[in-house]
């Protein structure tokens, strides 16, 4: 059974940047899509990030330029770095693994002066 956990999370002003880590165990981490999904609250969960087992990436159209997706296959491990962070931002983080529908605990992130 694999299992994702996310860390980095964190309080930042508007304007800063935080790096997400999405660390996977068990099965064969460098065939797998990997997504970032978010939720903010009293809001529906809503996609992030896409990277694919050949480094493709897909991003919602609100966090283009600002976010990068990368994957470690050496650390089992998924980043997202997210610069220029906005208020809007601030949700709960979620790393799934979309073929296997396998979720994290989620990471909060909180963009606020």
């Known amino acids: 059974q694999v299992h994702v956990v996310e860390s980095g999370g964190g309080l930042v002003q508007p304007g800063g940047s935080l790096r997400l880590s999405c660390a996977a165990s068990?099965?064969?981490?460098?065939?797998?899509?990997i997504q970032w999904h978010r939720q903010a609250p009293g809001k529906q969960r809503e996609y992030v990030a896409t990277?694919?087992?050949?480094?493709?990436?897909l991003y919602e159209d609100s966090v283009k330029g600002r976010f990068t997706i990368s994957r470690d296959n050496t650390k089992n491990t998924v980043y997202l770095q997210m610069n220029s962070l906005k208020p809007e931002d601030t949700a709960v983080y979620y790393c799934?693994?979309?073929?296997?529908?396998?979720w994290g605990q989620g990471t909060q992130v909180t963009v606020s002066s």
């Open positions: 799934t693994i979309p073929t296997l529908r396998t």
């Open positions: 068990g099965g064969v981490f460098s065939a797998y899509t």
């Open positions: 990277i694919t087992s050949g480094r493709t990436t």
